[in-house]
């Protein structure tokens, strides 16, 4: 599963993203790493927009997400093929995070795809301001039967559920609600999210607005074009309005215990 934009408001790879050449703003274009290729962009209607790439270098389905508002790039997050989280870098606090050691359930796109529902349980190192620390993720995605279409792209709705826990077992950070995959580009985006943070319980909405390809205008653009403020909605083509989704949208606690 995706990383949430929502975990990024935080105050917080096969290789550490940090040891990699910097990545650069050209113009307009982002360009990541040598050795590396942009194949997705996305903008979403909330004044976001992500640029995915891989490496040559890396596993084949490894790939990196690039998350940038309207105050610029804000976080890298890596993901192995099966869409389990590698690591991540967040720029406003130059905190950094890592999956460590053998995970006890490791995240399963293709348990997912087959048994439509997949649980998780790792650990992964979190480095701040504070400190180094270790944190233990536990969850749980499941597809829902909902499906909408937008941008011509068919996404299927997978609603999870996952909490962050320190190493005294309190709660760091706990969110649930609903994201979008695709088929057909095998990776996932935001789209409802319900987050507790430390009791303060917050809800959020957002969605892809277009998927930009390579050679398209606007490819690797990192520059939002909607929902930025009512000057920059004046201004911005109006993006592809989506399907109302089919089948049930349902969220809450639960185990895989056949896997």
Known sequence: MKVMSIYKTLPAAIFAFAAVPGVVLAGDIYTPPAGCEAFLTVQSNTC???ILWHCDIAPAGDKWDAYFDYGGLQSIVSYSGQYA?????YFWDNSYEETIGTPLDPISLGMLVIEDRDSYDFEMRRTDDTGSRVLRVTGLDAFDGGEMTIDDQILKTVSYDYEITEEDGSIFYKSSGVQLFS???QVFLSYLDTVDD???????ETAPA????PGEPGF?????LYGCSTTDAETSPEPTPPTEPTGPIETGPGKNNDK
């Open 183 to 185: 088929p057909e580009l």
């Open 198 to 204: 430390n009791g303060a319980i917050s809800t959020y």
């Open 85 to 89: 989280w590698l690591d991540a870098e």
């Open 220 to 224: 690797a653009d990192p520059t939002p």
């Open 210 to 213: 277009d998927f930009i390809f």
């Open 48 to 50: 976001e927009v992500n």
